[in-house]
């Protein structure tokens, strides 16, 4: 069975930044693709960021390129997302996600099977 928790949120001012890390537990981290998501109160959840197998393709929603990064560790089953330069808009609580069938990063939440718990982010102005 797949587990996903998630950490590293927090609050922060306007212009800070933070890392949320993400630890997998199961056989099928390191060989399937991961994504973050966020969403925010009263709206839907929202693509992040999303990284292939070996962490060679990454992609990211239009409004965090040159902000944040999206990184893993598949020695220690784990993802990551850099957060710099973070906005009041950023605010939101944060999802990990894997995919049992993909090893390219994928967009749709609809392409994950497993999810974490969340992590809050609030971005002060």
């Known amino acids: 069975q797949v587990q996903l928790v998630e950490s590293g949120g927090g609050l922060v001012q306007a212009g800070g930044s933070l890392r949320l890390s993400c630890a997998a537990s199961?056989?099928?981290?390191?060989?399937?693709?991961m994504g973050w998501f966020r969403q925010a109160p009263g709206k839907e959840r929202d693509f992040v960021a999303a990284?292939?197998?070996?962490?060679?393709?990454?992609i990211y929603t239009k409004s965090v390129v040159g902000r944040f990064t999206i990184s893993r560790d598949n020695a220690k089953n784990t993802v990551y997302l850099q957060m710099n330069n973070l906005k009041p808009e950023d605010t939101a609580v944060y999802y990990c996600?894997?995919?049992?069938?993909?090893?390219?990063?994928?967009?749709?939440?609809?392409?994950?099977?497993?999810w974490g718990q969340g992590t809050q982010v609030t971005v002060s102005s």
């Open positions: 996600a894997l995919t049992n069938q993909y090893q390219l990063p994928r967009q749709s939440a609809y392409d994950y099977n497993y």
């Open positions: 199961g056989r099928t981290f390191s060989t399937n693709a």
């Open positions: 990284i292939g197998w070996s962490g060679a393709s990454t």
